[in-house]
């Protein structure tokens, strides 16, 4: 099962997809909440609602969507395959991993790292699928990273790497743009390597959010990104050097997460320059493809 936030009729709405159909779930949710009698509730306006509301699983899903087709209703929330997705959760923060393939740490000339490796990704600079990533004249050397992330699902402080699976609630595809220029400069001197992380539309994310449920566990799945049709990263996630309970376990040892919040896994090695010009897809098949143009802008 599949969620998106959508553009229907230049209106944002949570979309499901079920059993090979899509459903615009905001309105279904509304007819739902009608039959039991619940018309005191607010609308559903985002994937964050539904995280909020305990939602963001399947159980809650499949119920809702249960009752509709019991009803009768479920057929008229039925939609076509989404044309423009949003960005699919905003996050309150985003923790990533740096460094997590040795093949990737080794091609950059980089230590393979003893313990998880981290950094942050601001929520403000993240672009959905079908934007552009917007390189300024000024830019040095600008890289793709292909990347699973998941998205916690309950809040977790000084969790045990053997329950990280109840604290996932659904994986999706992001985009670790870096102006490789400057973080070279930041790392020679020592210092962090936030604005080369952080450049705006520098966070492509999405399309989609496939829930855990329907993810296999270990998250061993293959991760593959093409630049203009030609495959420049391929590789699986059994390759992590940090697997996923370790990244969990590791992070809420320090910092606490929220529901919604982001934790990427790292790119694997055959990063490459970005141009404009360029379409770069990301793709996972239990997700999807994340597609991104490159544009050039003044400045």
């Avoid at 944002?12 to 279904?28: I, K, Q």
């Avoid at 740096?98 to 080794?106: D, F, I, L, S, V």
């Amino acid at each position: 099962m599949k969620l998106a936030m959508c553009s229907l009729k230049n209106n944002p709405a949570v979309c499901v997809e079920s059993d090979a159909r899509w459903f615009n779930f905001t309105e279904g949710f509304a007819v739902y909440q009608s039959l039991r009698g619940d018309d005191s509730s607010p609308p559903l306006a985002s994937t964050n609602d539904m995280i909020a509301r305990g939602l963001l699983n399947k159980a809650a899903i499949s119920e809702a969507l249960d009752a509709l087709s019991d009803a009768g209703r479920l057929d008229g929330c039925e939609i076509a395959e989404p044309s423009e997705y949003l960005v699919p959760i905003r996050a309150g923060k985003i923790v990533a991993l740096g460094r997590n393939y040795a093949a990737h740490a080794e091609e950059l000339g980089n230590e393979i790292p003893g313990e998880p490796m981290l950094f942050c990704k601001s929520p403000s600079i993240c672009i959905a699928d079908g934007k552009d990533i917007l390189l300024r004249e000024s830019y040095g050397r600008v890289d793709f990273e292909g990347e699973l992330a998941f998205i916690v699902g309950k809040k977790a402080t000084d969790i045990r790497a053997e329950d990280a699976r109840e604290y996932i609630a659904g994986y999706t595809l992001l985009n670790d743009v870096t102006e490789r220029d400057m973080q070279a400069v930041a790392k020679k001197k020592g210092h962090p390597w936030f604005r080369a992380k952080n450049l705006d539309t520098f966070c492509p994310l999405g399309p989609v959010i496939t829930l855990a449920e329907d993810m296999p566990w270990p998250v061993h799945v293959n991760i593959e990104l093409q630049v203009n049709g030609e495959t420049r990263q391929q590789s699986n996630t059994s390759l992590f050097i940090f697997d996923i309970p370790t990244m969990l376990a590791f992070i809420t040892r320090f910092m606490t997460l929220d529901p919604g919040d982001i934790v990427t896994t790292g790119t694997p090695s055959g990063v490459a320059p970005i141009h404009p010009g360029d379409r770069i897809e990301l793709t996972v098949p239990e997700i999807g493809t994340l597609t991104n143009s490159v544009a050039s802008i003044s400045g």
